[in-house]
């Protein structure tokens, strides 16, 4: 019965989604505007410049 006395673990849910493709306008030096192109969070709202398995911020897990 030692397995009852392991506590259970602090873990959130695995949460899903997917990439969203697309631009955001920065402020460049001296006052220049340019443009970032990127894949945003659906969860955290972050922009990622590389589409990856796992938000690199909020860990949700991106399936396609």
Known sequence: MRIKA???ADVRPVVHGR???EAQEVGG???????????RCP???KLN???SNYCPNCGAKMEG
Do not use: L, R
């Open 19 to 21: 990439w969203e493709y």
């Open 6 to 8: 392991i506590p259970a």
């Open 49 to 51: 410049v590389y589409e």
């Open 29 to 39: 030096v001296n006052g220049g505007v340019g443009t970032i192109w990127g894949y």
């Open 43 to 45: 969860f955290c709202d």
